[in-house]
C-alpha cells in the first residue's frame, strides 16, 4: 500500500474516523489495528514474525532493564538487545556488504530471501528499538510495560514508511496519549499531506526521468550533462524523502501526533556541518546521541585525545576525539545508506572528510578572508556559501544515485572531461524523456518551494500558519490550485499510484 494511494488515504480516512469515535482511553487501540492492518499488508508472513521477535526482545530488554538494578547485569542485559537488534539490521539490511566477505569462501547470502524476510522500513524500524533500550538503559524515562502500547508506539504505521526515527522520550507519549478532534489538526494535517503530494508527484517523479535518462548510460555522457543529473537527482531526492516526510507528518497531525522534523529549509545552509543538521535531523539526531558522544566520551579516545594535546597544542588536540567520533559516524551513515562502496563514499566519508577538513582549516580560512577583506555579512558571501554547500552535497550525491562503485569512478571522470555549456541551448534535454512544459513545470515548482522556505526563514513560522492568518478567499485559493496542480500535473503511475520513494528502501 503506497503511501500516494488512493487506498492509503482512505485508510487513514476510515483509521481517522475509527479512532476519534471510540472513547479516549482506547483511542491508541485504533492505532495499534492500524499498525497490524498496515504491516501485513507491506510485509511477507516471514517478515511479520521478525518484526514481531525484534520488538518483543526490545520490549522485554526494557522489562528486564526496570526490574535489575545490578549495574553489570543491567549492562549485559542492554548489550545483548542492542546486539541482537543491530545484528537482525545488518544482515538483513547489508547482505551486499556481508557478500563481500563471504562470497571469496562461496558463501553468498541470496538477496531475494532477505527481501523477503526484511520488514517494511527495518532501518527506521530497528533503529527506534534500539533507541529504547538505550534510554530504557539509562533510565531516561519509565518503561513501557504494556506490550500492545509498546508495539502501537514502535511501529506507528506512517513512520514505517521513510521514518522519522523516533526516540522513545520525544514520541512515545504523543502516539499513546490521547488527542481530542481539532479542526486545526485535520485542516493542517490535510494540507501538509497535499503538499507532499506535491512534491513527490509533480516535481520529483518529473525530475526522474531526467536522472534515470542519464545515469542509466553514464558512459555515454560527459560534462555538465553528468553536472545536471546530479543537481537533479538531489534536488529529486529532497523532494521525494522530504515529500514522504510530509505526508507522514500529516498523517500523524490528523491524530493529534507531532513527530520530529526530518528537514529544516536544508538548501539554505552556508557549510556541511550545518547541511546535515537540517537534513535527515532524526538520524543525525540519534547517531549523535547513541555513536557519536559514546564515543568521543569513550576512555580509550579520551586517552589518544590528551597524548595528542601534548603533541599537536591545545586547540588542535581538544579536536581530535571528535574526529574519531566522526570518522566512525560518517562510516555507520554510508554503511546504514547502503552496503557498497558509492554508498559508504558517497553519503559518508565524502562527507566526513569535507567536514572534518573544514574545521581543522577554520583558523586559515578566517585570515584568509581577513587578509582579503571580504565582508562575510553580505548577501553576496552568503550565496557563495549556499551554492557551495550545494556543489559539495551533489558530489556525493552522485555517487550515491551511480549504483555502483565501478559507476561511480565512470562518473567522476566524465564530469570532468568535458565543458559543454551549448547544451542547455541547443535542445539536448528535450530528448530525454522531458517536454517544455514538463521543464516549466519543474521551475515553477521550485521556484514555490523556495518561496515557502524563505517564509519559514524570515517569518519564522510555518508555511500553513502564515497562510491561515491570510484572508479566507485568499487560503481557499491557494489550497484549491495547489489540488488541481497535483491531480492535472501529477504523475501517475499504474494504478494510480507513484513510483516507490527512494527512503522506502532503507
Aim: contains cysteine; proline residues 3%; positive net charge.
Amino acid at each position: 500500500m503506497e503511501i500516494t494511494s488512493f487506498a492509503f488515504l482512505l485508510f487513514l480516512g476510515i483509521i481517522a474516523i475509527i479512532y476519534y469515535i471510540l472513547p479516549q482511553k482506547v483511542r491508541w487501540v485504533a492505532l495499534l489495528s492500524a499498525n497490524i492492518i498496515f504491516i501485513f499488508l507491506n510485509n511477507s508472513i516471514w517478515a511479520d514474525i521478525i518484526m514481531t521477535v525484534m520488538m518483543s526482545i526490545a520490549f522485554l530488554s526494557g522489562i528486564f532493564l526496570d526490574r535489575f538494578s545490578q549495574i553489570n547485569a543491567r549492562k549485559k542485559i542492554m548489550i545483548i538487545g542492542v546486539v541482537i537488534e543491530a545484528g537482525c539490521l545488518f544482515v538483513l539490511k547489508e547482505g551486499i556488504f556481508l557478500n563481500h566477505f563471504t562470497s571469496p569462501f562461496g558463501l553468498e547470502i541470496p538477496m531475494d530471501i532477505l527481501r523477503t524476510f526484511a520488514p517494511l522500513g527495518v532501518s527506521y524500524f530497528s533503529l527506534t528499538l534500539i533507541s529504547y533500550i538505550l534510554e530504557a538503559y539509562w533510565k531516561t524515562q519509565p518503561v513501557q510495560k504494556n506490550f500492545f502500547k509498546f508495539v502501537t508506539y514502535s511501529s506507528f504505521f506512517p513512520t514505517l514508511v521513510s521514518g522519522p526515527i523516533m526516540k522513545y522520550t520525544e514520541c512515545q507519549e504523543t502516539i499513546i496519549s490521547s488527542h481530542n478532534l481539532r479542526y486545526q489538526n485535520i485542516s493542517f494535517g490535510a494540507q501538509r499531506i497535499l503538499w507532499g503530494f506535491f512534491k513527490k508527484l509533480v516535481v520529483s517523479e518529473r525530475l526522474a526521468v531526467l536522472v534515470n535518462y542519464i545515469y542509466e548510460d553514464p558512459i555515454t555522457y560527459h560534462g555538465l550533462y553528468l553536472w545536471m543529473a546530479a543537481a537533479a537527482f538531489t534536488l529529486q531526492l529532497y523532494c521525494d524523502f522530504s515529500g514522504c516526510i510530509d505526508i507522514i507528518m500529516g498523517a500523524s497531525q490528523l491524530f493529534g501526533i507531532t513527530l520530529p522534523e526530518n528537514f529544516d529549509v536544508p538548501f539554505s545552509a552556508k557549510t556541511t556541518a550545518e547541511f546535515w543538521r537540517r537534513w535527515h535531523i532524526t538520524l543525525g539526531a540519534w547517531l549523535k546521541s547513541y555513536i557519536f558522544y559514546p564515543i568521543i566520551k569513550a576512555d580509550l579516545v579520551q586517552k589518544i585525545g590528551i597524548s595528542a594535546k601534548k603533541c599537536f597544542g591545545k586547540k588542535t588536540g581538544k579536536k581530535i576525539p571528535s574526529w574519531i567520533g566522526l570518522c566512525f559516524t560518517w562510516a555507520l551513515i554510508g554503511l546504514w545508506h547502503g552496503g557498497s562502496f558509492n554508498y559508504i563514499w558517497g553519503v559518508g566519508i565524502w562527507f566526513g572528510i569535507i567536514i572534518i577538513m573544514s574545521e581543522a582549516f577554520e583558523p586559515v580560512l578566517k585570515k584568509i578572508t581577513l587578509l582579503l577583506s571580504i565582508n562575510t555579512e553580505c548577501f553576496s558571501w552568503n550565496l557563495f556559501q549556499n551554492i557551495r554547500t550545494f556543489i559539495i552535497f551533489i558530489i556525493g550525491l552522485a555517487a550515491f544515485r551511480a549504483g555502483s562503485w565501478t559507476n561511480t569512478k565512470i562518473v567522476y571522470v566524465n564530469a570532468l572531461s568535458e565543458f559543454n555549456p551549448w547544451i542547455f541551448w541547443d535542445g539536448s534535454f528535450l530528448k530525454m524523456g522531458l517536454t517544455q512544459l514538463d521543464y516549466n513545470i519543474i521551475t515553477i515548482s521550485l521556484l514555490t518551494i523556495i518561496i515557502s522556505g524563505i517564509i519559514k526563514i524570515q517569518k519564522n513560522i510555518d508555511v500553513r500558519e502564515w497562510i491561515a492568518k491570510q484572508n479566507l478567499f485568499f487560503r481557499w485559493i491557494i489550497w484549491i490550485f495547489l489540488f488541481v496542480i497535483v491531480l492535472v500535473y501529477g504523475k501517475y503511475g499504474e494504478g494510480y499510484s507513484a513510483a516507490d520513494f527512494i527512503y522506502k528502501g532503507f
